[in-house]
């Protein structure tokens, strides 16, 4: 699958409805290039697999053997355990509160422990060692580069609950909770790298027609 052309997982996942059109909810799920065959009972199943197997290979489609398992009474599935018993979440996605995981990667950066030995010296009075033990600057929590951060970033932009905000909004609003230094440089980096921003907003968008000539500018930069 040529990954990186627009609608290229969007065509593939079209593909795939179509070819397990009939069999769809019943005993076949599919998501984009995972194919999930589920039965009662494993005669069912071994008929199941036969049919998934066959109709592959009736439209010229290739599974890779070493990527494929067969005969799991439970799998981990779209971020859910599946097994016999129903549908459960994931045990390695249900994580520590976030604040939780911010502590204990606060534990590991130098620049906040220094922060934090001075906080407790009482020298900088803008940091203050909270009450559950993480390090707060003001009321709103340090978050240490890394992994944690770019959870948040990326949560408080593009999770399926948020939609996309511009820098300055997302900005706004995660300065509520949360603090780092060059923050807002940051959140405005992490929009400009977004994809789906770039290629939808209107202010990315080159108006149609001649080219456009640059502005003179008016003072020294
Ligand atoms: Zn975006």
């Keep these: 699958m040529l990954f990186g052309v627009t609608n290229a997982p969007a065509t593939f996942m ?4 179509l070819v397990f059109y009939d069999v769809l909810d019943k005993f076949v799920e599919d998501f984009i290039d ?9 005669a069912e199943h071994a008929e199941h697999l036969r049919y998934v197997l066959q109709t592959l290979r009736e439209h010229r489609l ?6 494929c398992l067969f005969w799991l009474d439970r799998i981990a599935f779209l971020g859910h355990m599946v097994s016999g018993d129903g549908i459960s979440m994931d ?3 249900i994580q520590s509160t976030l604040v939780e995981r911010i502590k204990a990667a606060q534990a590991g950066d130098s620049f906040l422990q220094k922060c934090r030995e001075l906080a407790v010296a009482g020298l900088r ?3 203050v060692v909270h009450e559950d033990g993480s390090l707060r600057f003001g ?3 340090c978050v240490p580069e890394g992994d944690v951060r770019e959870e948040i970033l990326r949560e408080a932009h593009s999770s399926p609950y948020s939609i996309h905000p511009r820098g300055t909004k997302m900005y706004k609003d995660l300065k509520l909770n949360f603090w780092w230094r060059g923050m807002k440089r ?3 980096r992490s929009v400009a790298k977004c994809l789906v921003c770039q290629q939808v907003k209107a202010e990315h968008q080159c108006i149609a027609g001649l080219l456009q000539p640059l502005l003179i ?3 020294k930069w």
Excluded: G
């Design 14 to 17: 079209n593909l795939m409805n």
């Design 34 to 42: 995972d194919i999930l065959v589920y039965s009662k009972s494993e």
């Design 62 to 67: 290739f599974a890779k053997y070493s990527k």
């Design 91 to 93: 045990p390695e996605k």
């Design 125 to 127: 009075s803008e940091f």
């Design 139 to 141: 009321s709103r929590i």
């Design 186 to 188: 940051s959140v405005a």
């Design 217 to 219: 500018p008016e003072w």
